[in-house]
């Protein structure tokens, strides 16, 4: 069998090829009313020949868009945003928040839906122990679960969107809403209660591998040449070369059993436990080590059935001009603002939101540049147990007064139309258009 590569087409990529017909000489030929020829649906060959068609790999689907090949970030209205998954053999950044709390959540949830798909794992951390993190997993909930959590929450807060309903700015009634639960037919991956932890038997049947920076290496003393990488760096990325070689995810050589896909998930990269200190001074002496590792490991998931996911302290960097570069580098770039510590967490109009979450780039695949999205309005919140992103909207102004001007200056700009228009104003009333 022909390596395969994930950055093709809908014909070239497993899974999303579609059930293809066989010929008039592949198969005994069905009789129909007219007498010609007819076709049929071909099936698997005999003894795994080279004549059937490839299987779809488990938790995967095509893109309707140009048939390359999806997986589940976690978050099915993460999955929206992003034009219907994490493609496969790209690479997801995410920009902490200040204190950590919700872009960590979103690594978890990318790895848990790999435990649920039965996808290969690949953890590396150099502040938290990897078999924490994978023991920190949310529990997977079933549909009826999920939409039961949602109606319980949504039931307190209905009264008070039933009396502003009918006074609600005519622009946002109109606004396509966000995927909230599930039901519908186009959904992609799972829901996970945050509150819960997945079982112990879920987590014992995963197949997945541990890169901890402090094992690893035991300090960083050594001597590093102006073209090379940092140890952490360079221990990271031969690490993950040997996984994608040894296991098959390359395509040099058939997996074993059948197909699936190495999930990567990188924690905090960028930070001073990796040894860099990009966060440490506008002109580090190590400025080029992030991005060369990028460039790099970019390389190795264009090649391979690889799907990854980054998280970096992007706020603690001390020049901007490195953020510009990773972005550059990275397929899909989503940034979290937290509200925690800030002057609108006791702003009242944010107050059903905990924070903003930024698309800055979707991935243009075979392209030099990044798409970007044209949704501006993002926030999020975390519910109980479930983490949503709903479209942000301020509520309308519902005072009986004039708000935004006194009526002083109305009355002077009456006077002044009255003047130049010749209206019959008197100032004494608001101009009604």
């Given at each position: 069998m022909a390596a395969l590569t994930p950055g093709g087409g809908g014909s070239g990529g497993p899974g999303a090829a579609g059930d293809a017909p066989a010929t008039a000489a592949g198969g005994d030929p069905t009789e129909s009313g007219g007498g010609g020829c007819s076709f049929r649906r071909k099936g698997p060959a005999p003894g795994g020949g080279g004549g059937a068609r490839l299987r779809a790999i488990a938790g995967t689907r095509p893109s309707v868009r140009n048939g390359q090949l999806l997986v589940s970030a976690g978050l099915p209205a993460l999955d929206q945003l992003l034009g219907g998954g994490l493609a496969v053999g790209t690479l997801l950044l995410i920009e902490e928040d200040k204190y950590n709390i919700y872009s960590n959540l979103l690594f978890k949830y990318f790895l848990a839906e790999g435990v649920v798909c039965g996808h290969t794992l690949l953890v590396a951390s150099a502040k938290e122990d990897p078999d924490d993190i994978l023991q920190d997993l949310p529990e997977p909930l079933h549909d009826d679960k999920y939409k039961k959590e949602l109606d319980e929450v949504s039931s307190q807060k209905s009264q008070e969107k039933l009396d502003v309903s009918m006074k609600i700015a005519w622009r946002y009634q109109n606004l396509p809403k966000m995927e909230a639960g599930p039901g519908s037919h186009?959904?992609?991956?799972?829901?996970?209660?945050?509150?819960?932890?997945?079982?112990?038997?879920?987590?014992?049947?995963?197949?997945?591998?541990?890169?901890?920076?402090?094992?690893?290496?035991?300090?960083?003393?050594?001597?590093?040449?102006?073209?090379?990488?940092?140890?952490?760096?360079?221990?990271?990325?031969?690490?993950?070369?040997?996984?994608?070689?040894?296991?098959?995810?390359?395509?040099?050589?058939?997996?074993?059993?059948?197909?699936?896909?190495?999930?990567?998930?990188?924690?905090?990269?960028?930070?001073?436990?990796?040894?860099?200190d990009i966060c440490c001074a506008d002109s580090p002496e190590y400025m080029h080590n992030l991005t060369r590792f990028l460039y790099v490991l970019r390389g190795l998931l264009r090649m391979s059935l690889t799907a990854c996911i980054i998280t970096v302290p992007s706020h603690l960097f001390q020049n901007k001009a490195i953020t510009a570069r990773i972005r550059n580098l990275s397929d899909t770039v989503v940034g979290l603002e937290s509200f925690v510590g800030s002057e609108r967490e006791a702003n009242s109009l944010y107050k059903d939101f905990h924070g903003l979450i930024h698309i800055h780039q979707i991935p243009r695949l075979n392209s030099l540049i990044g798409d970007v999205s044209d949704t501006k309005d993002l926030a999020f919140k975390l519910q109980r147990k479930v983490f949503t992103i709903e479209r942000l909207h301020l509520p309308p102004d519902l005072s009986d007064t004039v708000s935004r001007s006194s009526k002083r200056d109305l009355e002077e700009s009456a006077k002044q139309l009255s003047l130049g228009c010749g209206l019959m104003a008197g100032g004494k009333e608001h101009l009604n258009f």
């Open positions: 186009s959904r992609f991956g799972h829901y996970y209660d945050v509150s819960k932890r997945m079982p112990q038997e879920m987590v014992q049947s995963a197949k997945w591998h541990r890169f901890f920076l402090p094992e690893e290496i035991s300090s960083y003393t050594t001597t590093i040449e102006p073209c090379a990488l940092t140890p952490g760096y360079s221990k990271l990325l031969h690490f993950i070369q040997s996984i994608i070689a040894e296991e098959g995810f390359d395509g040099s050589c058939p997996q074993k059993k059948q197909k699936s896909i190495l999930r990567i998930g990188v924690q905090s990269l960028g930070s001073p436990l990796w040894g860099d």
